[in-house]
Nanobody
Framework: VQLQASGGGLVQAEASLRLSCAAS????????LGWFRQAPGKEREFVAA?????????YYADSVKGRFTISRSNAKNTVYLQMNSLKPEDTAVYYC??????????????????WGQGTKVTVSS
């Protein structure tokens, strides 16, 4: 599975961004998918995850619940992360990841087999 994340950038606080992650190499609908982030000097942390197939189940970190929305388009082989009301503490490199065995949504990074290259999000105050 190859994952290509995009959509990051520099925005002001309270702005919105939508990240995209295009996948190839495996039946996309069978993948559980997640977004993680890593801020400078910090460990990678879970952001959001979505189940395989229809994506009927989602799971969010408390820090983003109510502001971020994960979704998927099996027709486009793409997973999205809509980020609203961004805060400076959301500044990080955001990574998409694919879980080839689990149904998802799973917040545990060790359950993900493939990772994208990351896209940088910077939120200024």
């Amino acid at each position: 599975v190859q994952l290509q994340a995009s959509g990051g950038g520099l925005v002001q606080a309270e702005a919105s961004l939508r990240l995209s992650c295009a996948a190839s190499g495996r039946t996309f609908s069978s993948l559980g998918l997640g977004w993680f982030r890593q801020a400078p000097g910090k460990e990678r942390e879970f952001v959001a995850a979505i189940s395989s197939r229809s994506g009927g189940s989602t799971y969010y970190a408390d820090s983003v619940k109510g502001r971020f929305t994960i979704s998927r388009s099996n027709a486009k082989n793409t997973v999205y992360l809509q980020m609203n009301s961004l805060k400076p503490e959301d500044t990080a490199v955001y990574y998409c990841a694919a879980d080839t065995y689990g149904l998802g949504p799973d917040p545990r990074p060790q359950e993900y087999d493939y990772w994208g290259q990351g896209t940088k999000v910077t939120v200024s105050s």
